[in-house]
């Protein structure tokens, strides 16, 4: 899709689209997240259990995606949680986030729940967050179990201000649990060219990779999750929009539900489905 160039809006590296000229940066290079047409809808629709599983599976087969590792070199770091996207341009800069202490030997770790809000003060059941089913926004109202919560932009507020607890760094000596490699896909699609690497830190806060794989940028990412609520939501590189939502307990799961809050104040559906780790 033609990147539709809204002129760097919440930032110089605004939206998924990370080169400028992809999605909602300048007028330039093809594709992105924000390419026109993918939003040419708002709120939620309904994605059965059964529709996301085979989803998930056709991704999973139809994609050709980079393989990620805990110990690919990536200036200036000798760590990285993603593939050498700057090999190709030595002089690009370095954006990407680089772990030091991951607790587990692959970033495609897939942890239980328990593992994920251990310690974090979060209840033991989780609160799933299955958009267009349990959760759903109208034009002017967000109920989430048939509780009205407020109007969508009272929600998208939340959302932000909680990926805003998580950006302040946290100490250099803090581990992080990886969470997964998520493609990012819009409506029924079975391909995807953006990839999540998200992983967490025993307060909550997130951080990793947003990785474009058309043109081969890496960016880092960073947010929280609420304990109260069971949201978590994060942004990329230094924009504070669009911001990007899912139930904690739903970044457990193989394929879910996820949604992304735009610049214009609306709110879009889309999926995250989780990636294996390449033989």
Do not use: C
């Not at 309904?46 to 990536?74: C, F, I, R």
């Not at 239980?112 to 799933?128: E, H, I, N, T």
């Not at 349990?134 to 109920?143: C, E, F, H, L």
Request: glycine share 12%.
């Amino acid at each position: 899709m033609p990147g539709v160039g809204l002129g760097g809006v919440g930032g110089p590296y605004s939206g998924l689209g990370v080169l400028p000229g992809v999605g909602f940066g300048r007028p330039g290079l093809p594709g992105g997240l924000y390419a026109g047409a993918f939003y040419a809808t708002s709120g939620t629709y309904y994605a059965s259990d059964e529709s996301l599983a085979t989803q998930a599976v056709a991704v999973n087969d139809a994609g050709e995606y980079p393989a990620y590792t805990n110990e690919v070199s990536l200036p200036p770091s000798d760590a990285a949680v993603t593939s050498p996207a700057t090999a190709e341009d030595p002089a690009a800069p370095d954006l990407a986030w680089h772990p030091k202490n991951l607790t587990s030997p692959s970033i495609y770790t897939k942890p239980s729940y328990g593992q994920l809000v251990a310690g974090l003060g979060v209840p033991a059941q989780p609160l799933m967050y299955d958009y267009g089913g349990n959760v759903v926004i109208q034009k002017d109202s967000v109920y989430v179990n048939g509780v009205f919560l407020g109007t969508p932009q009272q929600y998208a507020e939340q959302a932000a201000q909680i990926a805003a607890a998580g950006v302040t760094d946290p100490p250099a000596e803090t581990k992080w649990l990886p969470l997964g490699v998520f493609a990012i896909v819009e409506g029924t699609a079975t391909t995807s060219d953006e990839v999540f690497l998200i992983a967490i830190d025993q307060r909550g806060i997130i951080r990793g990779n947003y990785h474009n794989v058309k043109v081969n940028q890496l960016i880092a990412l960073s947010g929280s999750i609420d304990p109260r609520s069971q949201r978590a939501a994060w942004t990329i590189g230094d924009d504070k929009l669009p911001v990007y939502e899912a139930g904690v307990g739903n970044l457990t799961k193989d394929a879910t539900t996820m949604l992304v809050h735009l610049p214009d104040g609306t709110s879009h559906q889309m999926s995250l489905i989780r990636l294996a780790q390449p033989q």
